[in-house]
C-alpha cells in the first residue's frame, strides 16, 4: 500500500516549501519531494533561490558594496582606512555560510509544522499518485487528495554559447567563482546580469554586458531605466545594446566571442562568459502522460488565477507557470493555494507585485510604468522627488536616484510607483500596500513620514504629482 497524505509538494523552493508550511499549519498531512543537488552532491531544500539566486547573490552584492564604499566613500566621511584589499575566499566562504544556514533553517521549519522532508525527484502519475525516484536509485509511490507543483526553473542555454561551468557559465557558477576574472563577459543585461555584472566589477572585473535588446531595461519606467544606464556606465560597466552573440568558443584560458550590431560583426576576448539571458519552467520528468497536465507553448503549466490546473486536485505554482519568475510571487502562490485546499480564502493581487534590483543604486518598482498608463489611454499626473534633495540620502553619501509617482487624474488613484535610489526594495513595500488598498496620491500626501527618512521621498513625489511639493522644486 502507498503512503498516504492530504497534501504532496513536489519542489521544495521559495513557492513549494512555503506552500507546504502553510499546508501543515492549517492540520493537513504533508509532505514535501525536492531534487535540488549542490556541487559536492548534497541536497538542500531552497530551490535556486536560497541555493544558488537570491541569497547568495545579495550575500555577495552586499560584500561587495562594503568594499566599493570603503574605497571610494570613507574618505568623505573622514575616515582614513588605509589600502583596502579583498580576501575572496573568505568573501565566498560568508556567501555559503549564509547559504548554508538559511537552506537548513528550513527543515527546522518543516520540523516544527509537521512537513514531512522527502530528498529525490518526484514525478505526478495518473490519480494523484506521485512517484518518488531517491538519489540512492529507490523507488516509491505516494498517494495525496491534493498535489502542488513548484518544481521552479532553470537557466536558458544558448545552442550556439557552449556551456562548461567553467570558462562559459551559468549565474550559479558566476557566484562561485575562486579567483576574480579580468575580463568578464555577460550574455544578457537584464536583472541577474546587472546583479553579477556589479558583484564582479567592484572587485575588479572589465565588465561587458552584451544585451539582444536595443532598450535597456525595458521592463522598468523609461526614466528609470535612462537613469540607471548612467550610473552603470560611470560604475564601469561596458553594456553593448542591440548585440546578438553568434557563437563563443573557449581558446586555452580565454573565451572568443562573436555578436553582432547593427554595425556589423564584431569579436570580444574574455576570461569568462555568464549566460543570463533568462530562465525556462523546469518540467522535465515531472509529470507523466497519464497526469493530464497541460503545458503552454512556452513550457509553463497551464493554470487559472488561483493556480488550478486542468486536472482536479492538481496545483502548480511558482515559476513553472505564467507571471514574473520572483521568489515573493512564487511564495504567495504557494501560501494561496494551501489556503484554498484546506477550504479557506486565497487570493494573489498579480497587479501589485513588486520587483527589485539590487544593485547601488537600487531599482524597484510596482504597478504600471509611465509608456504603460500612456498607452492605456488613461488620464494621469506624475510625480517626482529626487534622492539629491533627500537629506538622509545626503548624509548617507547616495544621493543618486529619484522616486517616482503615476497617479490617476480622474480618481487619484496610484498606478505606479518606481524608484531608483538608496534602500529602494525596502522603501517599495509602502508602495505596494498604498497600491495593495487602492490608496490615492493624497493618501500618502496625508500620511506623516519621519524626518529625516528615505520614506520621505515618497511622500514628496505624492505632493509633487499635485505641485505641492515641499522639498524639490515643483515642475
Not at 110 to 126: D, Q, S, T
Not at 155 to 175: E, K, Q, Y
Not at 324 to 350: Q, T, W
Not at 432 to 442: C, F, G, I
Request: charged share 25%; aromatic share 6%.
Amino acid at each position: 500500500m502507498s503512503e498516504q497524505y492530504d497534501v504532496i509538494v513536489i519542489g521544495g523552493g521559495p513557492a513549494g516549501y512555503p506552500a507546504a508550511i502553510r499546508a501543515a499549519q492549517l492540520k493537513l498531512k504533508v509532505a514535501c519531494i525536492d531534487e535540488w543537488r549542490n556541487a559536492d552532491g548534497s541536497h538542500a531544500f531552497g530551490g535556486t533561490c536560497l541555493n544558488a539566486g537570491c541569497i547568495p547573490s545579495k550575500a555577495l552584492l552586499e560584500s561587495t558594496e562594503l568594499l566599493h564604499r570603503a574605497q571610494h566613500e570613507f574618505a568623505l566621511h573622514g575616515i582614513k582606512a588605509g589600502p583596502v584589499s579583498v580576501d575572496l575566499a573568505a568573501m565566498q566562504k560568508r556567501r555559503a555560510g549564509i547559504v548554508k544556514t538559511m537552506t537548513g533553517g528550513i527543515l527546522a521549519l518543516f520540523k516544527a509544522a509537521g512537513v514531512v522532508p522527502i530528498e529525490g525527484h518526484g514525478r505526478l502519475l495518473g490519480g494523484n499518485r506521485v512517484e518518488v525516484s531517491g538519489f540512492d536509485g529507490s523507488r516509491r509511490v505516494l498517494e495525496a487528495k491534493d498535489v502542488v507543483l513548484a518544481s521552479g526553473s532553470v537557466p536558458f542555454r544558448l545552442p550556439t554559447v557552449p556551456h562548461d561551468g567553467v570558462r562559459i557559465c551559468d549565474s550559479w557558477n558566476a557566484l562561485e567563482f575562486a579567483e576574480t576574472p579580468k575580463r568578464l563577459g555577460i550574455i544578457g543585461a537584464g536583472v541577474i546580469g546587472l546583479e553579477l555584472g556589479s558583484v564582479w566589477r567592484r572587485l575588479g572585473s572589465e565588465v561587458t554586458m552584451i544585451e539582444a535588446l536595443d532598450q535597456f531595461l525595458p521592463m522598468a519606467d523609461g526614466a528609470v531605466s535612462k537613469e540607471a544606464m548612467r550610473h552603470f556606465k560611470k560604475l564601469g560597466l561596458d553594456v553593448k545594446l542591440g548585440a546578438r552573440v553568434q557563437q563563443a568558443s573557449v581558446a586555452g584560458d580565454a573565451v572568443d566571442v562573436v555578436y553582432t550590431t547593427s554595425a556589423g560583426e564584431h569579436r570580444l576576448q574574455v576570461d569568462r562568459l555568464v549566460v543570463a539571458v533568462g530562465r525556462r519552467p523546469f518540467t522535465e520528468g515531472l509529470v507523466a502522460p497519464e497526469a493530464g497536465i497541460e503545458l503552454d507553448e512556452r513550457g509553463f503549466v497551464r493554470v487559472d488565477e488561483h493556480c488550478r490546473t486542468g486536472v482536479p486536485h492538481v496545483y502548480a505554482v511558482g515559476d513553472v507557470v505564467r507571471g514574473p519568475m520572483l521568489a515573493h510571487k512564487g511564495k504567495e502562490e504557494g501560501v494561496m493555494v494551501a489556503d484554498l485546499i484546506a477550504g479557506r480564502y486565497g487570493e494573489v493581487n498579480y497587479k501589485v507585485i513588486p520587483s527589485v534590483i539590487y544593485t547601488a543604486p537600487e531599482i524597484a518598482w510596482v504597478g504600471q510604468t509611465e509608456e504603460q498608463v500612456k498607452a492605456s489611454g488613461r488620464a494621469y499626473k506624475v510625480g517626482s522627488f529626487p534622492f539629491a534633495a533627500s537629506g538622509r540620502a545626503r548624509a548617507m553619501e547616495a544621493s543618486a536616484g529619484f522616486a517616482k509617482i503615476i497617479a490617476s487624474t480622474e480618481d487619484d488613484e496610484i498606478l505606479g510607483v518606481h524608484l531608483i535610489g538608496p534602500m529602494a526594495g525596502e522603501l517599495i513595500a509602502e508602495a505596494v500596500l498604498a497600491m495593495e488598498y487602492s490608496a490615492s496620491a493624497e493618501d500618502l500626501q496625508r500620511t506623516i513620514h519621519a524626518h529625516p527618512t528615505l520614506s520621505e521621498a515618497l511622500h514628496e513625489a505624492a505632493l509633487a504629482a499635485d505641485k505641492r511639493a515641499i522639498d524639490s522644486i515643483n515642475r
